[in-house]
């Protein structure tokens, strides 16, 4: 069982940027494919970003809407995973979940995701 941890979130201004953190209870956290999804009021959880375990090479991946002013990181030493958010529009307001998948695979479907957090708010005002 992964437990994860999200922190980070908060109020902004339009364009200003927030960093997000995501804290994991595995030891084998380098060998997860680490995923951050957002939830706005009314909508289904969307994809935003993803990094691939060591073992798969780092590889990330970006929805079209945050590409260019997202960027996702980790730190195995540390079991945590990062989204660096910058630009911030009042679009991107949405409750950010952290999560985890043991098994490599490109995939933005968060039902094929193992592990979740509990999430924090981001609200971004105009």
């Known amino acids: 069982q992964v437990h994860l941890v999200e922190s980070g979130g908060g109020l902004v201004q339009a364009g200003d940027s927030l960093r997000l953190s995501c804290a994991a209870s595995e030891r084998t956290f380098s060998s997860y494919t680490m995923g951050w999804f957002r939830q706005a009021p009314g909508k289904e959880r969307e994809f935003v970003a993803l990094?691939?375990?060591?073992?798969?090479?780092?590889?990330?991946y970006y929805a079209d809407s945050v590409k260019g002013r997202f960027t996702i990181s980790r730190d195995n030493a540390k079991n945590a995973v990062y989204l660096q958010m910058n630009g911030l529009k009042p679009e991107d307001t949405a409750i950010y979940y952290c999560?985890?998948?043991?098994?490599?695979?490109?995939?933005?479907?968060?039902?094929?995701?193992?592990?979740w957090g509990q999430g924090t708010q981001v609200t971004v005002s105009s």
């Open positions: 999560a985890a998948r043991l098994i490599w695979r490109l995939t933005t479907n968060p039902n094929e995701y193992d592990y």
């Open positions: 990094m691939s375990g060591r073992m798969s090479g780092g590889l990330t």
